[in-house]
């Protein structure tokens, strides 16, 4: 049984929101020096490493032979790390990272229905008027893009954002129908499935990365440290201290700092649907888990 929140556990999610948040914005500033297949690369290699690393000095294990949670592996590797990787980095080349950022708010909105038809979580009547909403932000957000299909790359790189934030959701719901494994084994794990899938494709396509400066270098190391090695220490321990609906905290978080930091750093002009699609989409999911955040903030 989880306990209630600590002061440590709020100051975490606070401190992962601005973490994940900024990703979309380190992103744009690693594609200055280097191609997609390589900034992908790079999160998933680095990433991987630091985590076996962590996995070596707290003593865990890699997993017995169980053909079940190995499948379990590969496909969340795929779904979670490789392909969106791939689709945000090369999306970012032609996008706002502010636009990437409100793309991910829409995630837990897309892992309820998922949930409903391929998992344990059925889908009410309060939680369906919340993916509606949120939903229709969504759509708000890449409703020009849509309209030019087939226009230049715009349009195809918004997609390609919504379909890395459709890859995470189908991630998640793998997880949760994962066989029982170490939180930090699966995620050092899955992380070097990207890395395998990944470093003979950025060969092929893009060659042996050079040293492009310490701008988009630094941004580029930082990408495999800090969102997903640190992350996922916090979120590991949040989760075990305060519990998963605690941790919907954090989808609040991302698209509002993804958009003061594009804007801030970046001097990214945001349009007015990004405003009106950020208000939806948090509506929606506010509604969506209106029960389970009272019950956290209240105590009832």
């Known amino acids: 049984m989880t306990s209630n929140p600590t002061t440590s556990d709020w100051a975490g999610v606070v401190a992962l929101g601005l973490i994940w948040g900024g990703t979309f914005m380190v992103v744009a500033i690693a594609l200055e020096g280097y191609g997609p297949i390589t900034v992908a690369t790079a999160r998933t290699t680095l990433g991987a490493l630091a985590l076996l690393g962590l996995m070596l000095a707290r003593g865990k294990r890699m997993p017995g032979r169980d053909p079940a949670l190995w499948r379990s592996i590969v496909v969340i590797g795929i779904l979670s790390t490789a392909l969106p990787f791939v689709l945000l980095s090369w999306g970012q080349q032609y996008v706002p990272s502010a636009f990437a950022g409100l793309s991910m708010s829409a995630i837990p909105l897309m892992v309820l229905p998922l949930a409903h038809f391929f998992s344990d979580?059925?889908?009410?009547?309060?939680?369906?008027?919340?993916?509606?909403?949120?939903?229709?932000?969504?759509?708000?957000?890449?409703?020009?893009?849509?309209?030019?299909?087939?226009?230049?790359?715009?349009?195809?790189?918004?997609?390609?954002?919504?379909?890395?934030?459709?890859?995470?959701?189908?991630?998640?719901?793998?997880t949760r129908r994962c066989p029982p494994v170490d939180p930090l084994v699966l995620s050092a794990l899955t992380l070097v499935v990207g890395s395998v899938l990944l470093l003979p494709l950025m060969l092929a396509l893009e060659g042996v990365p050079d040293w492009q400066g310490a701008r988009p270098g630094i941004a580029l190391i930082g990408l495999g440290l800090i969102p997903t090695a640190l992350a996922t220490l916090f979120r590991v321990s949040i989760i075990r201290s305060a519990g998963s609906v605690f941790m919907t905290l954090v989808n609040y978080q991302v698209p509002i700092w993804s958009m003061v930091f594009g804007a801030w750093i970046l001097s990214e002009a945001l349009p007015v649907r990004f405003y009106v699609a950020l208000v939806l989409i948090l509506t929606g999911l506010a509604i969506s888990q209106w029960f389970s955040l009272r019950r956290m903030l209240l105590g009832r």
Do not use: H, K
């Open 121 to 174: 979580e059925p889908l009410n009547t309060r939680r369906m008027i919340g993916v509606t909403l949120g939903f229709s932000g969504a759509l708000v957000l890449i409703g020009p893009g849509l309209a030019q299909l087939g226009q230049g790359a715009e349009p195809l790189a918004q997609l390609a954002c919504i379909g890395a934030a459709f890859c995470y959701s189908l991630a998640s719901i793998t």
